[in-house]
C-alpha cells in the first residue's frame, strides 16, 4: 500500500537551514508529482512545494520562493525539501503528500521549530 514517511524535523535557530526526506513506498514515484504541506499551529494547511513528474518542473509558495529547494531520487523512492534560512514563521508540522491513483496521501509529518 502506499506510505509516505517523513523525517528530518527538529529545532534549529533563525537562518538556519534543515533537509526534510520523504521515503516514498507502494508506488513509483517517478511517475507521479509529490509534494510538501505545512501546518503551523492555529492555521490551515498550506501548500509549501511540489515536485512535478516527468521532469515538469517544480513550484513553491511565495513565502519559500528562493529559501528552499524541493528535489527527488526516483530511484530511491525519495523527496527531499532542503530549507534554508529559515525564519520563525516556517515552524510548523510538514507533511509529505502525493496523489496516486486519483486518491491523495500523507505523511505523519515532521515537526520543524524555528527559534532562538
Known amino acids: 500500500q502506499v506510505q509516505l514517511v517523513e523525517s528530518g524535523g527538529g529545532l534549529v535557530q533563525p537562518g538556519g537551514s534543515l533537509r526534510l526526506s520523504c521515503a516514498a513506498s507502494?508506488?513509483?514515484?517517478?511517475?507521479?508529482?509529490i509534494g510538501w504541506f505545512r501546518q503551523a499551529p492555529g492555521k490551515e494547511r498550506e501548500a509549501v512545494s511540489c515536485?512535478?513528474?516527468?521532469?515538469?518542473?517544480?513550484r513553491y509558495a511565495d513565502s519559500v520562493k528562493g529559501r528552499f529547494t524541493i528535489s527527488r531520487n526516483n530511484a530511491k523512492n525519495m523527496v527531499y525539501l532542503q530549507m534554508n534560512s529559515l525564519k520563525s514563521e516556517d515552524t510548523a508540522v510538514y507533511y509529505c503528500?502525493?496523489?496516486?491513483?486519483?486518491?491523495?496521501?500523507w505523511g505523519k509529518g515532521t515537526l520543524v521549530t524555528v527559534s532562538s
Open positions: 503528500n502525493a496523489e496516486v491513483s486519483k486518491r491523495y496521501y
Open positions: 507502494g508506488f513509483t514515484l517517478a511517475h507521479y508529482a
Open positions: 515536485s512535478l513528474s516527468s521532469d515538469l518542473g517544480t
